[in-house]
């Protein structure tokens, strides 16, 4: 008998540790920010346009210097987000923000730069990871990831939780989901990738921004809703003459 319960505990340990490897979500998250650029986002200038103002990113081996600019009522305004903090200038000069500003201005730059290169970004080291499980999506497998962020490094909405979809074939992110902090409690958006293109080997695409229309769901249901039909279209995200260098 002693004999049958080690075979059975040892044929248990072997299943474990083959779904382990099968389901390695560290393994996924690097083969899809490898399809999508990889190191060469990690040293690259790039630069595009999103709705009315124009942003660039330079990235160097762990250096970073993030920027927003456009035009407002005080003139040509540019915003600055690097290693070392955060600077407004305008007209070429460099102003004074309010303190309670700055997280503010400093989380606005850094979001638009952080959806524009994902799933770049995920192997930082605030960043949680956790297998939730194979799905279909649309008629695709897709390997369905939590993504939390520590207090430490995680940013001023430390507290949102993501959700990734990526695909058990190509690797390729298609789609996200996110829960964030807002007013009245806690806000939900899915996002659908579309128009894929690569601009110098690294990979781009917008998105077709969705909400679901009960707020009471768990961000990890969105995309049975997704399934369903029973999202709402909330906006597009789009950007447009990207330069990579």
Known sequence: MKKYFLLFTATMLFLSCEKQKEVNVQD????SIEISG????KNSTIAFDFRDKNYKATRNNGSFQLERRFKD???IVRDVLSNDGFERYINNEIVKVPDSMVPKYSASVNSVHYFSVLPYGLNDAAVNKQYVEK???KGKPYHKIKITFNQDG???DFEDVFVYWINTTTYKTDYIAYSYHENHGIGLRFREAYNE???NDIRFVDYTNYKPKDLSVSVFGLDDLFEKNQLQIVSKIDLTNIVVN
Do not use: A, C, N, P
């Not at 990889?38 to 986002?41: L, T």
């Open 154 to 156: 995680g940013g001023e």
């Open 28 to 31: 996924i998250v690097d083969k």
């Open 197 to 199: 293109r690569y601009v």
């Open 38 to 41: 990889g190191d060469k986002i």
């Open 135 to 137: 799905v279909t999506l």
């Open 73 to 75: 009522s005080t003139g």
